[in-house]
């Protein structure tokens, strides 16, 4: 049977995987969230310095970086799979080490390599392995399991919290390895790098002939096997990938400064906890919506969405009220879903699954690197202006910026058909 032959969807063939994606989203924000909690109860326990524990995550954003590039050479080179279980044991040691560090420098670099492996794991790893299994529907599954995201954002401290108050100092942090022990084993049992490997089509994922196929990094590919330089070479995908980067400036600097902002507007430390969970639950919809609008419509269209929402979201923050700045919250949590995205449906859309792996592991990394700067760029303007009302302001500028530039240069970077 061929995959074109059947129009069904396998639920049960599916599952495996979201399951073990959601997982690992989930584990890209543990780290940075259970700081919230963290922090101030290792400072109690330890008489360490919470606030330059928080600072030091600031560190590992150049790790996540080094990491993603190094992960996304993996895959084009070896199996998807394997290379998911390496971030996943280098994730579980930092954790551990984190849980049994007595030591303030053992402790801050433990966590520096948690995050980074992290980060690796699941932005610049998974979507290899959602692609493979779903060439043609990659955008709406990404932006399923890309929830993981703003939910591990919004619950890490609670999970942290439990873990605290049920295990004491020494393994509050043992629920994450719980959690991505559960999905290593889901990985190992259920997945493979190619859906055809275990027997079901890719997309739909239901039953056909079996077949044994060579991994990721046996393939005859030239596009897969492609080095990083033919990519940072072109001008023009670096200039995209840097473009798209601002999104994740945007999204990035203004999720972790969205209650500074609220208390400079006079709302209370309670009711911007609670404005924050009404951005991260619109997160978990942008994800979902974003990632249909780029299967049914292409990533044009939707990058395009992106930054006109932003842009909105800002000036909605401006105008002020209630309402308004309700709606800007909700907005602000659709970029943040959508962000991380694109890059997916721009590499599995001109690449296709055999040259995704090569493209998309350069293209991440460009853009993470962008992103590094959201904070410090939201942080440094409001510090200089006196005001967050300055810096959002630099933010809507910027989105209309990066809106213009990635129109001059979606001339030139036409879609190509995945398949």
């Given amino acids: 049977m061929e995959a074109g032959e059947s129009r069904g969807f396998s639920l049960v063939g599916a599952l495996p995987l979201m399951v073990f994606a959601v997982a690992s989203y989930f584990i890209t924000s543990t780290v940075a969230g259970s700081m919230n909690v963290a922090a101030g109860a290792l400072e109690g326990a330890y008489g360490w310095d919470a ?16 990491l993603g ?9 070896f199996s998807p799979k394997m290379v998911c279980f390496a971030w996943g044991v280098l994730y579980i040691a930092g954790v551990a080490g984190m849980c049994v560090s007595k030591e303030f420098s053992i402790f801050v670099l433990t966590m520096i390599v948690a995050n980074a492996a992290a980060s690796a794991w699941g932005y610049n790893t998974v979507p290899v392995l959602i692609t493979n299994w779903f060439p043609t529907r990659k955008g709406t599954v990404q932006g399923l399991v890309s929830m993981g995201i703003p939910l591990g954002a919004g619950f890490a401290s609670i999970v942290y919290s439990w873990g605290l108050d049920t295990w004491g100092i020494d393994a509050a942090f043992l629920p994450f390895i719980i959690i991505a022990g559960v999905a290593l084993l889901l990985l190992g049992l259920f997945i493979s790098d190619m859906p055809e490997s275990r027997g079901m089509l890719p997309d739909t994922l239901v039953p056909c002939a ?6 990721a990094s046996l393939s005859t590919s030239d596009a897969r096997r492609e080095p990083a330089t033919t990519y940072l070479k072109d001008i023009k995908f670096v200039a995209l990938s840097a473009v798209l980067g601002i999104q994740l400036l945007y999204s990035g600097g203004l999720m972790v400064q969205i209650v500074p902002r609220l208390l400079e507007l006079g709302y209370s430390v309670d009711e911007a906890t609670v404005a924050m969970l009404v951005s991260a639950g619109f997160a978990c919809v942008g994800s979902i919506v974003c990632g249909a609008i780029g299967d049914r419509f292409g990533y044009l269209v939707g990058v395009v969405i992106s930054f006109v929402v932003g842009i909105v979201a800002i000036v909605l923050n401006l105008v002020g009220g209630t309402a308004c700045v309700l709606a800007s919250l909700a907005l602000i949590g659709v970029v943040t879903g959508s962000a991380d995205n694109w890059p997916v449906s721009i590499c599995a859309e001109r690449y296709g ?10 293209m991440l990394p460009i853009i993470q690197l962008v ?21 959002y302001t630099a933010g809507a500028v910027l989105m209309a910026v990066g809106l213009v530039l990635f129109l001059l240069m979606s001339a ?4 190509k058909g995945a398949c």
């Fill in 51 to 66: 606030v330059f524990i928080t600072s030091s995550i600031s560190i590992a954003s150049v790790f996540n970086v080094v």
């Fill in 69 to 77: 590039y190094i992960a996304g050479r993996a895959c084009s080179r």
């Fill in 210 to 215: 079996r077949r044994r196929m060579k991994s």
């Fill in 353 to 362: 699954r055999e040259g995704f792996n090569g493209a998309f592991g350069v």
């Fill in 371 to 391: 992103g590094a700067l959201g904070p410090a760029f939201f942080a440094l303007i409001a510090g200089s202006a006196g005001s967050y009302a300055i810096s």
């Fill in 412 to 415: 030139s970077f036409s879609r």
